[in-house]
């Protein structure tokens, strides 16, 4: 079973197995307890999921209302337009679209990040200008930086995801309204907000209000993922009324499904709720931090998402820690090797109520260093594994296999020995990363004209190493109290 269990993550490309299955694979008893699909576990309320079990029957029965009335009550409850606003069938279908419709020539994206803003544009033979976020600045990204890298490269497309995922990493609103505007020129900007319901860094984080003023942005909104129900899939973009109805107008008449209908129709009564189940994540996370950092050679790097983001001690191999925390302790965990930009010395952790971190640190500790902290050697690769979930190289993605091939220089690849985060204080903001080499000219990378594919583009299994002639794989290594939000989003 076991190894029936284990064999789905080599399987699968960029993301971990459903826990369908995982399920399914598990055989009968428990599902494990689940750090890594990044859910809020207080939302909906057991009397919430009571409702919904007692309208099962009609709910799938029935055809839902069309997406224009779904959109129109979501709009009525975050106090938005609803000529701004097209809902997706979950944010991937939002971002298929954005890709198809918005992108003509190339996208740059700060890596690592969700995966699908990578590979749904490689899909389509855009060029993909990947800016790698580097370990010794703990993953922050520096908008100069990137715009500058933009400028350099020709890129026609920005995204940024704020919070960053799988890191957490968070930008300041007046940054990136700053950014937006010195990206007024490009064909779009793009801002992932998937996340900033679990941020309290700042009291109104979002840029929704700014982008619908602009003609160039738009803004990306999750729903599963703040109201804990990723399966019902459903999302929202916020832009100018044309671009928003460019996306609306491509979507299906029904591509929302009778429970997302019924989950938005029921908010409304439940607001208090909702904000109290944000309020526990942030305090979840604070101690859920402390209790890893606690643990000898795991680092932990701030997060203001709901989610944490670790670096496993020097010679643990992502692969095996994942593999035995599954099928000797039943806790899943996403290992961050099959990231671009990532490794498998690194896990992605979602916050979980104290009694499951506690287990799933005591579980480290024994899949670490043995029965007690430092008493074992950590884990290699057991004989006879032929898979790896590395990544082909950054600076070989965004040096020569990377659209035009244009070989990036890279800042210096030194990384600071594992030292263990303090308990987080209010969300400390690194220090700018030090400055690369001046970039080449943009006239010397003579960008794809409009419309044209991408020349030497990689399909997403070639980016990932796993196909293609001379890739190789790499090493294994808020909403208060008061309510529901406004049109800025939280509050």
């Known amino acids: 079973m076991a190894e029936n269990v284990t064999s789905l993550f080599r399987s699968t ?39 919904m079990a007692g309208r099962l029957r009609d709910i799938i029965t029935y055809y839902p209302s069309s997406a224009d009335t779904i959109t129109a009550e979501l709009c009525n409850l975050l106090q938005l337009p609803p000529q701004a606003v097209a809902m997706g069938n979950g944010s991937t279908e939002l971002i298929t679209w954005i890709d198809h419709l918005l992108v003509r020539e190339s996208l740059a994206v700060p890596v690592p990040t969700f995966g699908r803003w990578t590979d749904q544009p490689m899909e389509t033979g ?24 933009i400028r350099a490269r020709g890129t026609r497309v ?103 209908e019924h989950v938005v129709f029921m908010l409304k009564n439940h607001g208090q709720e909702y904000a109290e189940s944000l309020h526990q994540v942030r305090r979840d996370r604070l101690d859920m931090a402390s209790q890893l950092a606690s643990l000898p050679g795991l680092t932990v790097y701030p997060s203001q998402g709901n989610f944490l983001f670790v670096r496993l001690p020097v010679g643990a191999e992502g692969t095996v820690v994942r593999d035995r925390l599954l099928t000797e302790h039943r806790i899943l ?113 003579e960008p794809t004209p409009p419309g044209v594919p991408a020349r030497g583009g990689l399909t997403a299994a070639q980016v990932r190493g796993t196909t293609g002639p001379g890739l190789t794989p790499a090493p294994a290594t808020g909403w208060p109290s008061g309510g529901w939000p406004n049109a800025a989003g939280m509050g």
């Open 13 to 51: 490309a960029a993301h971990s197995p459903s826990m369908a299955a995982l399920t399914r694979e598990g055989g009968e008893g428990a599902g494990p307890i689940d750090f890594c699909i990044p859910c809020n576990p207080y939302f909906p309320t057991p009397a919430m999921f009571d409702d």
């Open 126 to 149: 855009k060029r993909v200008d990947m800016f790698p976020l580097q370990e010794s600045s703990g993953f922050a990204l520096d908008l100069a930086q990137y715009a500058e890298f």
């Open 158 to 260: 920005a995204v940024i995801c704020n919070p960053n995922n799988p890191d957490g990493g968070f930008l300041h609103r007046h940054s990136v309204v700053q950014f937006m505007d010195a990206m007024a020129d490009l064909d779009l900007v793009v801002i992932d907000e998937s996340f900033l319901e679990f941020a309290d860094a700042e009291a109104e984080p979002s840029v929704v209000q700014e982008a619908m003023l602009r003609p160039n942005v738009v803004v990306l909104r999750s729903l599963g993922k703040n109201f804990g129900l990723h399966g019902v899939r459903f999302g929202y973009l916020v832009a100018n009324p044309a671009l928003a109805g460019r996306v609306r107008s491509m979507l299906p008449k029904w591509n929302l499904n009778a429970f997302a």
């Open 333 to 445: 965990v996403r290992e961050c090797g099959n990231k671009i930009g990532s490794s498998s010395r690194f896990l992605r952790l979602v916050v979980r109520p104290q009694v499951d971190v506690r287990r799933l640190v005591s579980s480290l500790e024994q899949v670490l260093y043995g029965t007690r902290r430092g008493a074992a050697a950590v884990p290699e690769l057991a004989n006879g594994t032929s898979y790896s979930s590395g990544t082909a190289a950054v600076d070989r993605l965004v040096g020569s296999t990377n659209g035009a091939g244009m070989a990036m220089p890279m800042p210096p690849a030194a990384v600071p020995a594992p030292v263990a985060v303090p308990a987080p204080a209010p969300m400390p903001i690194p220090a700018p990363m030090p400055m690369p080499a001046p970039m080449p000219a943009a006239a010397a990378f």
